[in-house]
């Protein structure tokens, strides 16, 4: 199965940007979502930001992700 994930970009430089997923940085190809600044949230997905995310809803899925981490934590 492959997961496309929210991702928030701390750091830009050419074409890669430097990003927090979960409190681990990546790095990750940004040509596929040009324009994006510090901040901007995107969806990752095999080393790409895919699509930039709106914020609200880039929170709203990472709480979700965090609430589906806890609960296979406990099971």
């Not at 994006?36 to 930001?49: P, T």
Request: proline letters at 4%; glycine letters at 6%; a negative charge.
């Amino acid at each position: 199965m492959c997961v496309a994930v929210p991702a928030r970009v701390l750091k830009i430089e050419d074409s890669w940007a430097q990003v927090d997923l979960g409190g681990t940085t990546f790095k990750i190809n940004v040509m596929l979502t040009p324009g994006l600044r510090v901040g901007d949230y995107v969806l990752a997905h095999a080393g790409f930001s895919i699509e930039r995310l709106d914020p609200q809803e880039a929170r709203e899925t990472l709480k979700i992700w965090e609430e589906y981490h806890a609960q296979a934590q406990d099971e």
